[in-house]
């Protein structure tokens, strides 16, 4: 473990709570996970989970763009363990929620062992062009991470990051896997 600046640190505990989450979704080794450029163009989903991590010194903006496709319906109908594939646009929803969820929830635990009185949203479907708004905040920093299941790209994942004051402060990196949790859908 070690002690590294903050925004040296969130790339990383980004990208290890996409993978964790989506390893926890379906456990084997048929996932990639690429850094791609951050222009909104470039992604073609139509929808988005919305969440956001705030402290009183920054905010994080998370969101998981997709599209409800076939691919999309056998990833989820497979991490389901559904083999009728009989989804309906609630379940879809649902699930793809929890699965914010827990990308959001693994960055706030992450982030929460050294910084402390994090708050985090509940997910929100938004629809792409609602992205337009980011451009109008002070965005710091900002990752896209494209997701691809059995080399088929299911999903974006991005952060975007707004300070509001000094971030004088480090967080700590594990260097090693540490596991995760499973996620759960009621």
């Known amino acids: 473990m070690s002690q590294v600046k903050f925004l040296d640190a969130l790339p990383q505990l980004f990208n290890k709570s ?52 076939e691919q999309c319906k056998l990833f989820i109908s497979k991490s389901l363990k559904d083999n009728k594939g009989e989804l309906t646009l609630d379940t879809i929803n649902d699930y793809l929620c929890e699965l914010g969820n827990s990308v959001c929830g693994g960055l706030k635990r992450e982030l929460g062992k050294s910084i402390p009185a994090l708050g985090m949203s509940t997910p929100n479907i938004l629809e792409k062009g609602c992205f337009a708004y980011m451009s109008s905040l002070q965005i710091e920093d900002e990752k896209t991470i494209l997701v691809k299941y059995n080399s088929t790209p299911l999903f974006t994942a991005n952060y975007y990051f707004s300070k509001h004051g000094d971030l004088d402060f480090e967080v700590e990196v594990l260097h090693e896997d540490s596991g995760g949790g499973e996620l759960e859908f009621f």
């Not at 989506?22 to 073609?44: H, L, M, Q, R, T």
């Not at 010194?57 to 409800?68: T, V």
């Open 18 to 69: 996409v993978q964790m989450a989506f390893k926890d979704c379906i456990p084997d080794d048929g996932w990639e996970f690429s850094s791609i450029s951050n222009d909104a163009n470039a992604i073609k989903d139509e929808e988005a989970i919305f969440l956001t991590i705030s402290s009183h010194l920054f905010r994080i903006f998370i969101s998981i763009h997709f599209s409800i496709d």
